[in-house]
């Protein structure tokens, strides 16, 4: 909603979209709100992170000066799940979940440590403070070394595998080798904007390999359009699942105006796929309910929240050549920040359940969450579609 209301220079849901980030802060300011308190995890956590990251880098309207800005909030984000960082199982990683009681504390999975290499490299490039870049650093060469939750594909020539995750039993041996849209989407753009702020060879090595990667989401037998293919063409699509694209095409979009050698390919698809979605947006009583199904030619029966934030955010990802790239305090960005932000929190941690005290550490389940920070994508396509 934050790029909508930048792309299309349109203030109609500003005020609301403001609410919406300001009222999720919670007491700590940290996006640990006392409602979500006892579920959130690392990934939802992170998704908020994301919200403020493109709230910061468009200039959206700011808070007022006695109120951390957006990227003191994305600050406090980072430091907050930067401190559960867990030596003690496999080498290092984030844990899925950050509170013991929940079902997959014992599971450390690709999303809960890309979000934070993502986060991490973005704070990087707006800051140009390497803190940052180190953390963005450590948490890759986790995932693509140690881990083995990224690995290079045996078919395909330059390019990576990316697996979901592995429980902590075992010292994370054993792989679940489901392969998810998001999961690739946040590693190629999260090398992106490495790429972009250090120019560094390796950065653009290895997002590559993504770029490459990524293809075994585009259906060939149907124009290249998107699809989520562990689970779509079975039908078997979490509502989680049926979100996935929305970020992925959103990371899509950030890959082409951040690594120009990669504007065409990847233009291409977004283009094939906005067709297909808006063709997917013909049904249900009102007429443009959105389906999962791109390739089908019209609406394929489904609909919900994942089936508007996915088709929005392909369509409007059409527009994202037309302006310039995320702005960084150096080229024109506002947002006030705090590098010590969420340093003391009272929020239980998921590495020792302590309250949050690590100042010497920082120089510098998802449905829930994202019902909260985009409930009003499918508020809003109901008014764009009359």
């Known amino acids: 909603m934050i790029d909508n209301w930048y792309f299309c220079q349109n203030d109609t849901y500003e005020d609301l979209i403001y609410n919406a980030l300001m009222n999720q802060r ?7 709100p006392s409602n979500q308190s006892l579920t ?6 992170s998704f908020w992170g994301f919200a403020v990251l493109e709230a910061m880098e468009r200039n959206f309207t700011n808070p007022p000066s006695d109120q951390p800005g957006w990227l003191a909030l994305a600050q406090a984000v980072y430091n907050t799940i930067w401190a559960r960082w867990d030596t003690e199982y496999c080498g290092g990683g984030l844990r899925w979940q950050i509170f013991t009681w929940n079902k997959g504390y014992d599971y450390k999975n690709t999303i809960s440590n890309a979000s934070l290499f993502f986060i991490a490299s973005r704070l990087a490039r ?3 403070n390497d803190t940052y870049a180190n953390t963005a650093e450590t948490v890759y060469d986790w995932l693509t070394e140690t881990s083995g939750f990224v690995t290079s594909s045996n078919s395909t020539t330059n390019a990576y595998v990316v697996y979901d995750g592995a429980g902590i039993s075992g010292n994370c041996t054993s792989l679940s080798t489901g392969e998810w849209t998001y999961n690739y989407g946040i590693l190629m753009a999260g090398c992106a904007y490495m790429y972009n702020h250090t120019t560094e060879t ?22 290249n359009i998107i699809y989520e293919r562990q689970c779509q063409q079975s039908g078997s699509c979490t509502n989680d699942q049926r ?3 929305s970020i992925f095409s959103r990371c899509l979009a950030m890959t082409a105006r951040l690594a120009p050698q990669h504007e065409s390919d990847i233009m291409k698809v977004i283009e094939a796929s906005a067709e297909g979605a808006a063709s997917s947006c013909s049904g249900g009583s ?16 489904w609909y919900g929240l994942g089936e508007q934030i996915s088709a929005l955010e392909i369509i409007q990802s059409t527009l994202v050549l037309q302006y310039d790239s995320p702005l960084t305090n150096d080229t024109g960005g506002t947002s006030q920040g705090d590098t010590e932000a969420g340093l003391d929190t009272n929020d239980v941690t998921n590495v020792n359940d302590i309250t949050v005290k690590q100042k010497d550490k920082v120089g510098a389940a998802l449905a829930t969450t994202i019902t909260l920070v985009v409930f009003v994508g499918l508020s809003v396509w109901m008014v764009l579609g009359d």
Do not use: P, R
């Open 26 to 32: 919670g007491t700590d300011k940290d996006y640990i």
């Open 243 to 245: 979100s996935f694209k």
């Open 286 to 301: 009102d007429g443009h309910t959105c389906g999962m199904n791109w390739g089908y030619g019209g609406w394929d029966g």
């Open 202 to 223: 390796k950065w653009e090595t290895e997002l590559e390999k993504y770029v490459n990667g990524i293809s075994i989401f585009y259906n060939t037998s149907n124009n």
């Open 40 to 45: 959130e995890g690392n990934d939802d956590q």
């Open 126 to 128: 707006y800051t140009s």
